[in-house]
């Protein structure tokens, strides 16, 4: 079965430092590739996606992702923390058979101040 | 646009009850889909819907079933809860992949259920 794996299901950095969090698929079949996130007690809401042409992709509140197909990965980056990026982020891959989403187990971000 | 709502956001169940989710979106999406999200697991699929009148199993079906009887909402129901199926429920809808190039999902605010 195809599967999503986040590496981390906690992940703390520091306001104003780099935040990584790793994404990677198992199929080589090419995917469309989503990045979502979840804030307490809410419903997720998307951040990016990627579904063709450049394999950068710039998201809302200043993340963004890059689609690597030799290595099945779709890392999320943002170059500055902010306390109010805590919330947890999911990635999920749709591998397009009926639109079905697999998500990954989900990645907790913490920002200290 | 309310987007997608989900009644009730609360409920709490014994063992061997039955209830009903209920989920609308006023987007006019053919796709609707109902997840669980359990702490470590993300979200699973349950059951998904491509249209009214049609539905189809997920990843973890068991113990659920579903009714898509109008297009815009779709029910998730529980004929004899267990403790197993406490957990947060999702649901979602996106636009057809046979019309749209956006595969983008648009998620409810959930239900939080537990089953004691």
């Known amino acids: 079965a195809q599967s999503v794996t986040q590496l981390g299901s906690h992940v703390s950095v520091s306001e104003g430092a780099l935040v990584l969090l790793r994404c990677n698929y198992s199929?080589?079949?090419?995917?469309?590739l989503f990045w979502y996130v979840q804030y307490p007690n809410q419903g997720l809401q998307l951040l990016l996606k990627?579904?063709?042409?450049?394999?950068l992709v710039k998201g809302i509140n200043g993340f963004e992702a890059e689609f690597k197909k030799s290595e099945t990965s779709f890392h999320l980056t943002k170059p500055s923390a902010h306390m109010s990026d805590a919330a947890e982020y999911f990635c999920?891959?749709?591998?397009?058979?009926?639109?079905?989403?697999?998500f990954g187990g989900g990645t907790r971000v913490l920002v200290k101040p | 646009n309310a987007g997608v709502t989900q009644t009730p956001k609360f409920r709490v169940l014994k063992t061997g009850q039955s209830m009903t989710l209920l989920c609308a979106q006023d987007?006019?999406?053919?796709?609707m889909y109902w997840y669980r999200q359990d702490p470590g697991m993300g979200l699973r699929l349950i059951h998904y819907?491509?249209?009214?009148?049609?539905?189809a199993k997920g990843e973890v079906p068991d113990g659920y079933n579903v009714s898509r009887l109008k297009k815009q909402n779709f029910l998730l129901g529980l004929e004899s809860a267990a403790p197993s199926q406490t957990s947060v429920y999702f649901c979602?809808?996106?636009?057809?992949?046979?019309?749209?190039?956006?595969?983008?999902?648009?998620f409810g605010p959930g239900t939080r259920l537990t089953v004691t």
């Open positions: 979602a809808s996106s636009r057809s992949p046979r019309t749209g190039i956006n595969y983008e999902q648009y």
């Open positions: 199929s080589s079949v090419p995917p469309y």
């Open positions: 999920a891959v749709c591998w397009a058979a009926g639109n079905k989403l697999t």
């Open positions: 819907s491509v249209g009214e009148g049609t539905t």
């Open positions: 990627y579904t063709t042409g450049a394999t």
């Open positions: 987007m006019n999406h053919e796709y």
